[in-house]
């Protein structure tokens, strides 16, 4: 497979069989093995927060990347970091960055669109609709929550369905943290709540992301780089630019995109590419990615959603 030489970030959700987990958010243990094996089978790898500067670097003095070029992330802090994904990090001494939601970390919270999800499952309709009366017809509950996510919408679905799953240990807790490899695994922000950002006020913003930062300060391994959630282009809005100016380095870090990162106003806009069992093999993913082309698997989870109711040369280099 021909691969061309620029930075590209691989992000991860949950690695398990766990099939509370929706499987847009889920990688089977035998996928990730592979993947993180063609990984390392074919590009340099190096930590996250090392990579986006040099992009950084490349961007301001007109340099290139002198060979294909791979980071891996993790968005939420689910438990199967721990228990399928470092394993196998350590097999491959591929580093890692993990983004953090504080919420999740305590145990006292479930991310409301797998709440959602476990509804659209298990809930009757009209059990639905008498929940939530602005959602429209035949729309998914989890599409409804994706689109209006503030913290109303997030204590609301905890109330009603967060008992249901918090016996299931989806989620890292702050002692799983300091169980985990310190010489492969870094940890981000990935704000408070994991709320849609572009709904909240500009300083309802900065208390999510300041007061996610405050609880993982300390932690070993933690680097204060912002990931957005949802991490789409109506996720976010100038004040959130603003904000990651002041208090995440200038980096605007995306779950889109492939490797066309760009540097503007003093602002890094960060792409990376999504990886799970509802996505096509990595090979076709990237090939697709750096053609400008939807996942097709992704544009059909997104209808269903609306109706639903090789090896070319070891490149890695030692972890600096």
Known sequence: ???????????????????????????????????IRFIADNFAVLPFNQAIAEQRRHLQTGTHWQCPTATVTFDDGYRGVLNAAAPVLQEFRVPATVFLNSAYLSGGYVCPVVLASYADRHWARAQIEEAFEEIAPGQSLRNFVRNRLDRTVFEKMNAL???????SELYLTTA???RLPTDLIQFGNHTYHHLRLSLLARAEQREEIVSNDAALRGTPGYQPLISIPFGGADSFDEDTRA????????YLILATGSIRHRDQDG??????????????PIRRLIERRLRGLPDRSAVASR?????????????????R
């Not at 602002?267 to 096509?280: A, C, F, I």
């Not at 209808?303 to 972890?319: D, E, N």
Request: proline residues 5%; hydrophobic residues 35%.
């Open 303 to 319: 209808f269903r959603s609306l109706g639903a109711g090789l090896r070319w040369g070891r490149l890695r280099q030692p972890i």
């Open 161 to 167: 369905l967060g008992a249901s799953l918090h016996g």
């Open 243 to 250: 904000l990651v100016r002041e208090l995440g380095d200038g």
């Open 267 to 280: 602002l890094l806009t960060v792409e990376r590419m999504g990886m799970s069992d509802n996505k096509p």
């Open 176 to 178: 799983d943290l300091h």
């Open 1 to 35: 497979m021909n691969l061309t030489n620029g930075l590209y970030n691989f992000y991860y959700h949950d690695v398990s069989d766990c099939e509370v987990v929706p499987a847009g958010f889920r990688t089977r243990p035998s996928r990730f093995r592979e993947e």
